[in-house]
């Protein structure tokens, strides 16, 4: 884990981000994206420190974003650097600077950093999701009406299958009962799901919001929890395979929007029922030991929370 006390956060998909600028609620805040002339993800708070337009109705321009309103321009790292109705000449002050996010790339997601603010080169390395760097993958949306703890929890949750999943994933379960070992791993830890004879099948936690689950090799599936707000959550379902043939990635697409909404719509209605929204707000709840993977996740969040509270400059998470 971080020696910091902020995490990265997968926020959103390479694949959105193109040239223009790209408006996203995050955290319960209005953010951002763009890319810089060198192609590299930016991020701003969606909020004109002039008068309190949204950039992102703007455009970029050489990299920077220009606002729609009054045309003033800033530079990926918040600077303004252009007021254009005072001239050239004219000294900007310091404190004209809009609101910048630490942002980086990686295994095609923009990550957003969630912590003290320090030099972005002091930040330390985005996680790894295990078992997919070799693979290519097909992409989802879903959006979830719960909050992104509350997510993540159901999705390391093995004991509710055969309820909520009755028609699909429980169909073949006869017997409820669930035996769960949870190892911790660099980026997060394990969940493996014991049987008499060892385990029959582990899935990932990502530290903070990556589930992942290696089928067999070459084949996965995994969720990313984007924060949007206290009751929402922006998912990104993806399916990892080896079958990078031009032909049949249309079909593992479908592939990936069938299987997902098959499955993940039966989860929403007790999502979105549960209260409170927040799985921070939940240390009352009674756990039981099948719940060793939902109380793993906790055990992180009551220790980043703990981490960040003891922070200058508290940031949301
Ligand atoms: S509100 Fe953005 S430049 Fe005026
Ligand atoms: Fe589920």
């Not at 007790?270 to 921070?280: E, G, H, M, N, W």
Request: aromatic fraction near 8%.
């Amino acid at each position: 884990m971080t020696p910091l006390s902020g995490h990265w956060y997968a926020v959103l998909s390479s694949r959105e981000l193109g040239s223009a600028p790209v408006a996203k609620e995050r955290f319960g805040q209005r953010l951002v994206f763009w890319r810089d002339t060198d192609g590299h993800p930016a991020c701003l708070l969606d909020l004109c420190p002039h008068r309190g337009a949204a950039l992102s109705l703007g455009e970029v321009v050489n990299g920077a974003i220009a606002c729609p309103y009054h045309g003033f321009q800033f530079a990926p790292d918040g600077r303004c650097l252009r007021v254009p109705a005072e001239g050239e000449d004219w000294t900007i002050p310091d404190q004209f600077s809009a609101r910048a996010m630490p942002v980086r790339e990686s295994q095609a997601f923009i990550w957003l950093w969630r912590g003290p603010a320090v030099p972005h080169d002091a930040l330390p390395a985005v996680p790894r999701q295990p078992g997919v760097g070799d693979l290519v993958h097909e992409e989802c949306v879903q959006r979830w009406p719960a909050h992104y703890t509350r997510c993540m929890e159901g999705v390391l949750d093995h004991s509710h299958l055969p309820f909520v999943h009755r028609k699909t994933l429980g169909r073949r379960m006869q017997d409820p009962t669930t035996r769960i070992r949870v190892d911790d791993t660099e980026g997060g830890f394990r969940a493996n799901l014991l049987q008499a004879d060892g385990v029959r099948h582990h899935v990932d936690c990502t530290y903070p919001n990556i589930w992942t689950q290696l089928l067999v090799d070459g084949y996965a599936m995994s969720a990313t929890f984007a924060p949007v707000d206290d009751s929402h959550t922006k998912v990104y379902c993806r399916v990892h395979h080896r079958f990078d043939w031009a032909l049949l990635r249309p079909l593992m697409r479908l592939w990936c929007r069938v299987s997902n909404w098959l499955v993940f719509h039966e989860d929403q209605a007790v999502l979105d029922s549960q209260r409170p929204r927040s799985a921070d707000d939940a240390a009352h709840e009674k756990l039981v030991p099948s719940d060793a993977a939902v109380l793993a996740f906790r055990k992180l969040r009551a220790k980043h929370r703990a981490e960040l509270s003891a922070q200058p400059g508290v940031v949301k998470v």
